[in-house]
């Protein structure tokens, strides 16, 4: 069974600071793990996915994450933060792939982008 | 760039009666996936669906729901008789073989209100 956790259900920074949203995870297997964004009235866009390659991934945006696995964690960074990513984030993780290969999401932090 | 695309964007329901949520997933596409977020709660998988059978449910996918790819474009998700508790944003996904969970592209949602 896959679980994460994402610390902070809010998370409010400056424009131009840093962007840090915190996921840790829990897996019986080696896990996939993305971070999703939900702007708005829109459905769920994929940021980034970790699938046992590189550690540190690079995706949209700016955005990136690093894979730990001594410390369970895949937290979420974005050197400076811009108006535009003010959105929900969620962190999600999935098992090895199967013909199902369902994600867990996390609960979600809303990121407020002050000016 | 394809989308999947859901219809309709909200529905007001009453309770007991029976609702379909319409998607139509990216046409070459072979995976299928419904996912639900009460208000204020995470995202949560219900069923996915593949070669035309259902392949992992959740516990929450009980037989009040079903599923169907009735035309070879469209994927329905039906629940018989509504219940409060099933007001919530209802998400649609697809993704090719081959492509691993990140290659999941999500519907903007259905909002679903029973009353």
């Known amino acids: 069974a896959q679980s994460v956790t994402q610390l902070g259900s809010h998370v409010s920074v400056s424009e131009g600071a840093l962007v840090l949203l915190r996921c840790n995870y829990s897996s019986s297997v080696p896990p996939y793990l993305f971070w999703y964004v939900q702007y708005p009235n829109q459905g769920l866009q994929l940021l980034l996915k970790y699938t046992s390659a590189a550690t540190l991934v690079k995706g949209i945006n700016g955005f990136e994450a690093e894979f730990k696995k001594s410390e369970t964690s895949f937290h979420l960074t974005k050197p400076s933060a811009h108006m535009s990513d003010a959105a929900e984030y969620f962190c999600a993780v999935s098992g090895r792939e199967t013909s199902g290969s369902r994600l867990t999401f996390g609960e979600g932090t809303q990121l407020t982008v002050n000016p | 760039e394809p989308e999947v695309t859901q219809t309709p964007s909200h529905q007001v329901t009453q309770m007991g009666q029976e609702v379909i949520l319409r998607c139509v997933p990216i046409s070459n596409h072979l995976y299928f996936y419904w996912y639900r977020q009460i208000l204020g709660q995470k995202v949560e998988f219900l069923v996915s669906f593949y070669n035309n059978e259902i392949s992992e449910k959740s516990e929450i996918f009980d037989d009040q729901f079903s599923v169907e790819r009735p035309d070879g474009s469209n994927f329905t998700l039906k629940i018989r008789s509504t219940k409060l508790e099933d007001s919530a944003m209802y998400f649609c996904?697809?993704?090719?073989?081959?492509?691993?969970?990140?290659?999941?592209?999500f519907g903007s949602g259905t909002r679903l209100t029973v009353v």
């Open positions: 996904a697809s993704r090719l073989a081959g492509t691993g969970v990140g290659g999941y592209t």
